[in-house]
């Protein structure tokens, strides 16, 4: 079955803690993406990765880091994660960000990973 | 990027159709529109995209008039299952053009009453 896996799917941890969330695609996906999701703030995007050893910051990266050593992983790092971390994160992929076919931006989701940082 | 605008709510009653609008002023020729859909505890899923005129798929349509400055979403016979949050993008078809970016949103919360 063609997915994005997430894990783990729930965290409660303690401030300053390091933690890693990985995320999975066995699509062959080229573009991968990490985003938070908070109350009356919508999705929005942490970090991006076009292709393999290519990634870049979206609009909140402060605190985050990622990286994309093979295609199908994309682990979403907090090195000293705080409260205001708090959030409910989604991975998600699409087919290619460079094809010029707006198809293939379609956003494939994973489940989701709740973290709690107290 | 375009920036988009919607409505943050909407309530709506079975049976009803419901039409979501989102205003993009500032679309650019090659750009896109793509709508999401996302059910309480999962991540958004694709509903429909179009450029302009109308699309329709099974599960929506998409109107988009031809200055191209906004869209509407429609859902015909809107059921309980629909409540969800509805996401507007708007965005090059070739990603890389906005340096890789994609902004969701607040998106609508629609909520169907019986």
């Known amino acids: 079955e063609a997915q994005v896996t997430q894990n783990p799917r729930y965290l409660i941890t303690v401030t300053g803690k390091k933690l890693t969330v990985t995320c999975s695609q066995n699509?062959?996906?080229?573009?991968m993406s990490w985003y938070r999701q908070d109350p009356g703030l919508g999705l929005r995007q942490i970090y991006y990765?076009?292709?393999?050893?290519?990634?870049d910051k979206g609009d909140v990266p402060e605190g985050y880091k990622v990286s994309r050593k093979e295609k199908r992983n994309f682990p979403l790092i907090l090195e000293s994660p705080s409260p205001n971390q708090t959030s409910l994160y989604f991975c998600?992929?699409?087919?290619?960000?460079?094809?010029?076919?707006?198809?293939?931006?379609?956003?494939?989701f994973g489940p989701g990973t709740r973290l709690t940082v107290l | 990027l375009a920036k988009t605008t919607q409505p943050i709510s909407m309530d709506s009653y079975e049976g009803q159709e419901v039409n979501i609008t989102c205003s993009h002023n500032?679309?650019?020729?090659?750009?896109?529109i793509t709508w999401y859909q996302q059910f309480p505890s999962q991540g958004p899923r694709f509903i429909i995209q179009?450029?302009?005129t109308k699309v329709t798929n099974e599960v929506a349509s998409l109107f988009i008039p031809a200055d191209r400055k906004s869209s509407t979403l429609s859902l015909p016979r809107v059921s309980l299952s629909d409540t969800a949050v509805y996401y507007c993008?708007?965005?090059?078809?070739?990603?890389?053009?906005?340096?890789?970016?994609?902004?969701f949103g607040q998106g609508t919360e629609l909520s169907v009453k019986p």
């Open positions: 699509m062959n996906h080229e573009y």
């Open positions: 500032n679309i650019a020729t090659n750009d896109y």
């Open positions: 179009g450029y302009k």
């Open positions: 990765s076009m292709n393999v050893e290519v990634t």
């Open positions: 998600a992929s699409s087919k290619s960000g460079t094809s010029g076919r707006a198809r293939d931006n379609e956003q494939f």
């Open positions: 993008l708007v965005g090059d078809a070739l990603i890389y053009n906005q340096g890789g970016k994609l902004i």
